[in-house]
């Protein structure tokens, strides 16, 4: 690979890197994790087995009615805002 092809390479994955990482984080205002998994289990389920920040919400998995569910959560709220089984 020439130098000018290193060098825009690694600039395009050094911006990518750079909007993973920004994609993945809680804004400032919203809900701690551990509060949105109290309001997700007091919606119905009997475990939260993952949540992370993404897209601008909370995303998760967990058991309810013992299946395996995938859900969005309200950012400042903690409410669900969709779910559906996981596949």
């Known amino acids: ?3 000018l092809a290193t060098v825009v390479f690694t600039a395009a994955l050094s911006a990518v890197s750079l909007n993973l990482a920004k994609a993945d984080q809680p804004g400032p205002d919203w809900m701690p994790a551990e509060q949105v998994k ?3 289990l ?4 009997t475990e939260v ?4 920040a993404d897209d601008d919400q909370w995303e998760g998995e967990g ?3 013992g299946q395996k569910m995938d859900f ?3 950012p400042k ?3 669900i805002t969709s779910e559906k ?3």
């Open 72 to 74: 969005h959560a309200d």
């Open 1 to 3: 690979m020439n130098k």
């Open 42 to 45: 007091q919606s119905g389920y």
């Open 77 to 79: 709220t903690g409410v």
């Open 49 to 52: 087995t993952k949540l992370e």
């Open 85 to 87: 089984v996981d596949d």
């Open 38 to 40: 109290q309001k997700v």
């Open 63 to 65: 058991i309810k009615n």
